[in-house]
Nanobody, 123 residues
Framework: VQLQASGGGLVQAGGSLRLSCAASGFLLDYFFIGWFRQAPGKEREWVSCINSGAGSTYYADSVKGRFTISRDNAKNTVYLQMNSLKPEDTAVYHC?????????????????WGRGTLVTVSS
């Protein structure tokens, strides 16, 4: 089981980025997938997640309305579209996967983690 996040970079405030979380060794459709971020000197923060199967989505209040999580089963990839970026969105973003048995992807302990991708938003 491997996860790889990509798509980070440097963007000006108000700009957009799309992060990708590609999986190998398992099908993302059967797992909860979460995005987390950790800014320098701060604790890791949950950002968003998508349920397995039907794919209900959830967002932290800090990103609601600006970020969108989605899944492409054909590419076995989960995306995080980030719009209206702010300097406080600057962080290393990680994706994570868990096979359950919870009914929702929020407030769970994720088992599999990928290497992160750095997002830097300049003011």
């Amino acid at each position: 089981v491997q996860l790889q996040a990509s798509g980070g970079g440097l963007v000006q405030a108000g700009g957009s980025l799309r992060l990708s979380c590609a999986a190998s060794g398992f099908l993302l459709d059967y797992f909860f997938i979460g995005w987390f971020r950790q800014a320098p000197g701060k604790e890791r923060e949950w950002v968003s997640c998508i349920n397995s199967g039907a794919g209900s989505t959830y967002y932290a209040d800090s990103v609601k309305g600006r970020f969108t999580i989605s899944r492409d089963n054909a590419k076995n990839t989960v995306y995080l579209q980030m719009n209206s970026l702010k300097p406080e969105d600057t962080a290393v973003y990680h994706c994570a996967a868990d096979g359950g048995p919870s009914s929702r992807c929020i407030n769970i302990s994720y088992e599999y983690w990928g290497r992160g991708t750095l997002v830097t938003v300049s003011s």
